[in-house]
């Protein structure tokens, strides 16, 4: 967890996606998701606290928007047996992202906010998040696209993860998911 807030103090993102893996060779992964995410939902806290500022608020509204219909998604998933349908899916979002960011063409750029990006980049959050606390590669798609500098990203990304701490904590504990204490 230590590594995983590290990396999340200095990028951002991506405590999930060191910790959740790391987490699963120790415990069950019904349990090291919602550890991730409360860890997670800390550190956003913080940061929105220090960086407040230089949230964009519009991005950040329509992303937990379309997140909170995502979530139950993952919920489901996680707690069924096609957990390698989400496995796959995060795969292929990482290695496409990474394919199109190497191929050397000038990327998308959204020069404002694109209501259609920002709703299936926060629903794809939500499912990615609700079933493995894993939000962060879709956001950092359209962040990307939209060009934000390290200080905006960092924030925006932060004011995502703060606002929907309610509902995370409300997915972890989501009645009848097994995942209740």
Not at 45 to 57: A, P, R, S, T, Y
Not at 124 to 145: D, H, K, Q, R
């Amino acid at each position: 967890m230590f590594i995983a807030t590290l990396i999340r103090s200095a990028f951002g993102f991506g405590e999930a996606l060191v910790a959740v893996p790391l987490l699963a060779f120790c415990i069950p992964l019904e349990i090291a998701a919602p550890l991730a995410v409360l860890v997670s939902i800390t550190i956003a806290g913080i940061v929105v606290v220090q960086d407040w500022k230089h949230i964009h608020l519009h991005s950040t509204g329509w992303l937990v928007f379309s997140t909170l219909f995502g979530i139950p998604l993952g919920l489901l998933l996680l707690t069924s047996s096609h957990q390698r349908i989400v496995k796959g899916a995060l795969g292929i979002i990482i290695l496409g992202f990474s394919i199109y960011s190497l191929a050397g063409r000038a990327p998308l750029e959204l020069k404002r906010d694109n209501r259609a990006w920002l709703l299936a980049c926060g629903f794809c959050a939500g499912v990615l998040g609700g079933a493995y606390g894993m939000n962060g590669p879709p956001l950092v798609i359209y962040g990307a696209m939209r060009r934000w500098s390290a200080q905006h990203f960092r924030a925006t990304l932060q004011g995502y993860f703060c606002p929907p701490a309610s509902s995370a904590w409300a997915a972890i504990f989501w009645p009848g998911s097994g995942l209740a204490p």
